[in-house]
């Protein structure tokens, strides 16, 4: 019964490069959040989807940064050329549909990048 | 702009009770979570309140009063593996807001 997976789980990339995240929710969950935490402070929220919509990316960066949830397949993560303030840990969070406002989110283990 | 605090760090002894106060001022409101963050790990759900008193769920128990923007969680008989990061975090519509976190040292 596996829990929200997220891939790769640690990150290298160099300033200039692309970062994919990848998140697979729960079975059955069919929204997904992302948020970002960065050392010494909480998590932030970045961006909600469902199945091929965003439904509120109101954190998200306005350049560089992109996120997806299509019909088939993961939820992705994407940040364009790097810059060495994106290094943070990146968590995606999942809920099955009518949960998403009681809050109980169900986290994946997150991904780390790291920007040289 | 959205406001949570707790503190930052807490150190307690084994088999001992810690509270963990947070305190809130959001431009609305649908419930406070607190979340357990073991280092490198994915933060677990604790406990939720939506209405003003105290949840009990074994060691762990869930204070809230909506009039004081005001939360706590009291940890009882404190164990080694209880060490981790406390998140308080406020709904607001289908968005969590997290604090800052409160990393909670057990000593023996």
């Known amino acids: 019964n596996a829990g929200v997976m997220q891939n790769p789980r640690h990150l290298v990339r160099r300033r200039g490069q692309e970062a994919r995240l990848r998140c697979s929710p729960v079975k059955g969950h069919s929204h997904v959040y992302w948020y970002r935490q960065l050392p010494e402070e909480g998590l932030k929220f970045m961006v909600y989807?469902?199945?091929?919509?965003?439904?509120?990316e109101s954190g998200m960066p306005k350049e560089r940064f992109s996120a997806e949830f299509p019909k088939e397949g993961p939820s992705i993560l994407r940040i364009q050329q790097v810059v060495r303030g994106d290094s943070a840990a990146y968590f995606c969070?999942?809920?099955?549909?009518?949960?998403?406002?009681?809050?109980?989110?169900?986290f994946g283990e997150g991904s780390r990048l790291t920007v040289l | 702009g959205q406001n949570i605090d707790q503190p930052t760090e807490m150190t307690a002894t084994e088999g001992a009770i810690v509270q963990i106060n947070c305190t809130y001022q959001t431009s609305g409101f649908n419930g406070l979570f607190w979340y357990q963050q073991h280092a490198g790990e994915a933060p677990t759900f604790l406990s939720y309140n939506v209405l003003d008193g105290l949840e009990e769920k074994g060691r762990f128990s869930s204070f809230l009063s909506r009039s004081k923007g005001y939360s706590y969680l009291l940890l009882k008989e404190l164990q080694m593996k209880d060490s981790a990061s406390y998140l308080c975090a406020v709904l607001l519509g289908y968005k969590l807001s997290f604090g800052a976190g409160t990393t909670v040292t057990v000593r023996a």
């Open positions: 989807l469902q199945k091929e919509n965003i439904i509120d």
């Open positions: 969070a999942s809920s099955r549909p009518g949960q998403s406002n009681t809050g109980e989110l169900f």
